[in-house]
């Protein structure tokens, strides 16, 4: 589906009016990308996306190669 440029800065922010109906119609209660957001971020690492509208969207997670 693609996410619109407008709201790529606020995707990753818990209850956000970014989200839109599923494909099947279901309703997003924006917090799904806030959460693998803070996941990530508490293993040290980054989410960052790129992503097209009409075109589909790519998440790129890094994570530290030792934790120690």
């Known amino acids: 589906m693609g996410i619109p440029k407008d709201k790529l800065p606020i995707i990753f922010d818990a209850f956000t009016k970014a989200g839109r109906p599923g494909l099947k119609?279901?309703?997003s209660t924006g917090l799904g990308l806030s959460i693998v957001k803070q996941i990530v971020e508490k293993?040290?690492?980054?989410?960052?996306?790129?992503?097209?509208e009409g075109r589909g969207s790519v998440f790129r997670v890094t994570l530290p190669e030792d934790a120690q």
Request: proline share 0%; hydrophobic share 15%; no cysteine.
């Open 25 to 27: 119609g279901e309703q």
């Open 43 to 52: 293993h040290n690492g980054n989410i960052e996306v790129e992503s097209e």
